[in-house]
């Protein structure tokens, strides 16, 4: 199996294997490249600074690991999709303090884990909460979850029956994709009665990141969900209700999003992205008029895609390459 990876390398979170060298200044990836080549790779996960990937030889890890990446356990259950970090800045007053970027030094960001036990979902106030087993709050409501995301301000959880609540900042409502009452509040999670009784069957997939969330069906339709009031999305039609998005006339095999752009990989094998490309991450040089862009690669004759991921500012694709016996 193959790791192609596009986008932001300021920390070498993409150069598996060994940090390039000290006098060589990290250069972002503006194409898809080859990161990393196993017998056995999941879906990888990545920070801003930071890509861990379940391989046969257990997780590998490239650029400058987060703290909450210290705690075995906790980086276990994000690569099963079982625990997700929300908060990627620190919200005081209403507003979100922004943190210097450099090339030199990892971004140190306040994280806020949420993790699925089996039996409850538990959120941390810190990494260290977590740790101690000091959980700020506890839902017993939700049970048989398959999949939690983290977004900007929020989470969403997905139950093996299609089952999707979400909770999160009031301020922004659009992404909880439901009304808050006294009865059904923000920060508490509430089921998504619009993704119920789709027309294509039951949601089999989240996605989250950023202000935007989508939701893929057993019969490959994909919807999406949110927004940031004031500031304009880099999706068409996306609101507070879930809305079909439609690239060309393809069906939908899997999808991830990153903090301002969003990853598709059809059932006919092709990838397309849409949003931010600053540091590379759609993995394309000329974007077209439509919001999603065909990117221009190939696995090869005897390769195919089987599924996608994001970072903030990056984007994977895992490839599948036939075993040959020598």
């Not at 920070?47 to 379940?54: D, F, G, P, Q, R």
């Not at 991450?281 to 090869?300: M, N």
Request: glycine share 10%; proline share 6%; hydrophobic share 35%.
């Amino acid at each position: 199996m193959e790791l192609y990876a596009s986008g932001n390398n300021a920390w070498n979170q993409l150069v598996f294997g060994g940090v390039e060298s000290a006098s060589k200044e990290p250069t972002d990836f503006t194409s898809f490249q080859l990161v990393l080549r196993d017998p056995f790779i999941e879906r990888p996960h990545a920070s801003l600074a930071c890509t861990c990937v379940k391989t046969s030889n257990g997780i590998q890890t490239a650029g400058f690991p987060e703290d909450w990446m210290q705690s075995q356990s906790l980086k276990d259950r994000v690569l099963q999709s079982l625990a997700a970090i929300a908060g990627n800045g620190t919200i005081t007053g209403g507003h979100t303090t922004s943190h210097l970027l450099t090339a030199t030094s990892p971004p140190s960001q306040p994280v806020y884990p949420l993790v699925y036990d089996g039996q409850a979902m538990k959120q941390y106030q810190s990494v260290s909460h977590f740790q101690h087993g000091t959980a700020q709050r506890v839902f017993t409501s939700m049970r048989d979850i398959s999949q939690i995301v983290a977004y900007e301000t929020g989470f969403a959880a997905l139950s093996t029956t299609g089952q999707v609540w979400t909770w999160g900042d009031e301020r922004y409502e659009a992404c909880l994709c439901r009304d808050v009452s006294d009865d059904s509040l923000a920060e508490e999670p509430g089921t998504v009665a619009e993704l119920e009784d789709l027309p294509t069957g039951k949601v089999k997939k989240l996605a989250a990141a950023g202000y935007l969330l989508m939701a893929l069906t057993e019969g490959n339709d994909l919807y999406a969900w949110g927004g940031h009031p004031g500031l304009p999305g880099f999706l068409d039609d996306i609101s507070a209700s879930p809305s079909p998005v439609v690239i060309e006339d393809h069906d939908v095999a899997d999808c991830a999003i990153g903090q301002s752009h969003a990853v598709v990989l059809t059932m006919s094998g092709e990838v397309y992205t849409a949003g931010a490309n600053g540091n590379g991450q759609l993995g394309i040089t000329t974007k077209t008029d439509s919001p999603w862009s065909k990117v221009p690669f190939s696995p090869g004759s005897d390769g195919t895609i089987l599924s996608v991921a994001c970072g903030p500012r990056n984007s994977f694709m895992i490839v599948q390459k036939p075993s040959r016996h020598t």
